[in-house]
């Protein structure tokens, strides 16, 4: 089976950019998230997904983070305006559980600079 | 606020040399995961422990799960190159009035051949 699969893997934009980041959960999971990882803040949760419906977003920074969940498949985190203090690496994650009684699985990430 | 916390956060040792990570939470929980992320990779799953006092091994892996269910910790036997990465534990805690799985800070581990 395939796992979680995000898109792109890097992404290098000047700030004030709009940025997209897409990703495709492992079919039959429930549960999708949103995670930031950077060296100083570690792995932060911003936001998850239970049956495309949004949850619990307290982790997202700022109003300039947005997230949607259209379908089972498919999830976009978006970034607008973008700004140097959003460079980090995004990771996309899903299970069938959001509270941490399954393992979660996560994608690749995307490693985004914002110059 | 419930936390989960691990030490140390570098560690770097010999290739052969033996590695311990230790995990602590606020409170009890549930069950424990550990993670695995190689340098420019994403955390991959490695084992959930569930009972108090549990231990479950994995070649030169061994997780121990504390009898009060607060702290766990991970050792490697005699380290190999292919170790190199850092290590989360993760646990559910209630966050705001919601449960959810919460990400230690991690240790990273460097080898040197």
């Known amino acids: 089976d395939a796992g979680v699969i995000q898109s792109p893997r890097h992404e290098v934009t000047e700030m004030g950019q709009e940025v997209t980041l897409r990703c495709k959960p492992i079919s039959g999971h429930d549960y999708l998230f949103w995670y930031r990882q950077t060296m100083m803040r570690g792995l932060e949760l911003l936001i998850y997904f239970n049956n495309n419906v949004p949850i619990d977003d307290s982790g997202m920074p700022e109003d300039r983070f947005s997230a949607k969940m259209p379908n089972a498949s498919f999830s976009t985190l978006k970034i607008q305006p973008s700004e140097p203090r959003d460079s980090a690496v995004y990771f996309c994650a899903s299970s069938m559980d959001s509270m941490g009684n399954q393992p979660q699985h996560f994608g690749d990430g995307t490693r985004l600079s914002i110059l | 606020g419930q936390q989960v916390m691990q030490i140390p956060q570098y560690q770097h040792v010999q290739e052969g040399e033996d590695f311990t990570t230790y995990c602590n939470s606020s409170t009890t929980l549930s069950n424990i995961q550990w993670y695995k992320q190689r340098p420019g990779g994403h955390p991959v799953f490695l084992i959930q422990?569930?009972?108090?006092?549990e231990v479950k091994k994995q070649k030169r892996l061994t997780f121990q799960f504390g009898e009060a269910k607060k702290n766990s910790s991970l050792h490697i036997t005699a380290t190999q190159t292919t170790d190199v990465g850092t290590y989360f534990c993760a646990g559910p805690l209630l966050i705001q009035g919601a449960q959810k799985l919460v990400f230690g800070q991690g240790t990273r581990l460097t080898i040197n051949p």
């Open positions: 422990l569930v009972k108090s006092g």
